[in-house]
């Protein structure tokens, strides 16, 4: 294995063959140029008066002022953009000039070209409009219009990305046992389009050398950098090394990157071969840490990222000797960046969906603490990073549906499932922004108990979603009392629904001892209710709206006041009072009633603590 700086290197002695095309200038936005762009005639190409007025010989008006008026023995009325007549060289405003019949008399003079526009003034012929490596923005392409160019000369290069794999199906095609749905060279396309490649997705090929040889040559000879997804790994059916050896060179098998250690940098004549690794998130490391910058160094000018300082949220461990790059959901909290990492598994593919940002731990480091300000790379524009808000907490399906309605409000809802008491420590931190929760007290009061202990003279504000349903999830109907002897999926430690579950065994007198599976966790409802759905488990405990999505059958268990705790310095944010004024839309109320198990009655009702 390389290390990610030394295979890069290696990698940086093949560039990509780049190539110049011509295409509509209409189509050019984003797109580099390959050669400067010149006028091909200049703009105005006459003079033209740049007022409404008259057109007068300047020699004409001197003298005149207040005391000596001056009536003008040739002049010629003339509106903006009209073209001055050859014998005139300066417009006088009409709002200066005293008409009787047909003269004009002034009361003061006028320089030579005073309103007019000469010829050339925007741009002359033949100069140059834009260089050579300029990106091309959409004001770029109203002024190049207007000065007669009609196509521009673009660089870009043709990407070949072919999908090997048995196991792969088409998108759209629901994947049985075993199958994938093909998805990394869609990201590719997608990723290279961005940077003027113009790429090419051959078909789905199967694990069989003979096929893989066939297929590479072929894309090889056709393009300009060759892709090849999966196989690159040390399995069985991992036949991308082997092929591009017979075919070429590898110059690097494995890099150490974390995730996208299997990758392969190689060659087929002077055209450079990625492999990429068959993880989505993997691929996704390797398109962005080694394919951008193979581009740049190849011709292609390609925007660096920004650069924030965040404080991390938790520790992240990573192996001394790996480059790891880990994906964060960012926000301003206060005068402050937060950064929470998300899931760190190479095929959780929404991990990169939720993300706004990631981190990359250097080979020499072993992990960053929780609390640590550390270098974070933005993959979205600052501005878009600043409407994030970070909730942290429980879990419920209704959170889904109100980071839409407050998209609306231009505000970036990420939310991260660590349980009602994961939450609340979030939120004494001030790692989050808001913390949904569902805490019941031996009281039996919600929420507020747990406020004065775990954040004891902190002023928070409770926000109420609604009052939920919790209940047994199964394929058979059972109920409480059913679970002893019967596989269970539960929620994580520190979670409202697992608290509840506790608390309503001890009610009955069931032992956690008399449940198999009690220990095993989900982190949302809609995994408990999936892990049943598909036979994992017989039962677990979720909310109605989770059972009833995936049609499984529900047995009521207890209702809940299920809230979300917000600092009461953070109410007056833009952000937070969308989230509220959302919470109290008959929108959300809608959402309420259409997904079931929900008691709106106590919907956007606010306490405080103290």
Known sequence: MKKLDEAFAILAQIPIPLSVKMIPLEESAGRITARPVFATYSVPEVHLAAMDGIAVRSEDTLGASEQSPVTLPDATRINTGNVVPGEYDAVIMIEDVWIEGTTYTIRKPTSPWQHVRPAGEDIAESEMVVPSSHRIRPSDIGALAAYGVTEMPVLGFRAGLIPTGSELVLPGTKPGPGQVVESNTRMAASWLTSLGGECTRYPLTPDQPDVIRSIVQKVAKENDLVIISAGSSAGTKDYTADVIAELGEVLVHGVAIKPGKPVILGKIGNIPVLGLPGYPLSALTVLREIATPLVRISGIPVPEPGIISARLTSTLHSDAGTDEFVLLSVGRIGPSWVATPLSRGSGVQMSAVRSNAYLRIISSLEGYEAGETVPVTLNVSEVQAEESILVTGSHDPVIDHLAELVRREHVELHSNHVGSMGGLIALKRNDCHAA???????????????????????????????????????????????????????????????????????????????????????TTHIGVALAVKTGEADAGLCVYSAAHALGLPFVPVAQERYEIAIRREHMEDPRIQAIVGAIRSPRFKEVLNNLGGYDDSITGVLRQVP
């Open 436 to 522: 949904p929760i569902h805490l019941l007290a031996p009281n039996g009061d919600y929420n507020i108990p747990f406020l004065e202990k775990y954040l004891p003279r902190e002023e928070v504000s409770l926000i109420c979603v609604a009052g939920r349903e919790q209940g047994i999830v199964s394929r058979e109907g059972f109920s409480l009392e059913d679970l002893p002897g019967r596989s269970f999926i539960n929620r994580q430690k520190g979670s409202g629904t697992r608290m509840l579950l506790d608390h309503e065994l001890k009610l009955r007198g069931i032992s956690k001892d008399e449940i198999p599976g009690y220990d095993r966790e989900a």
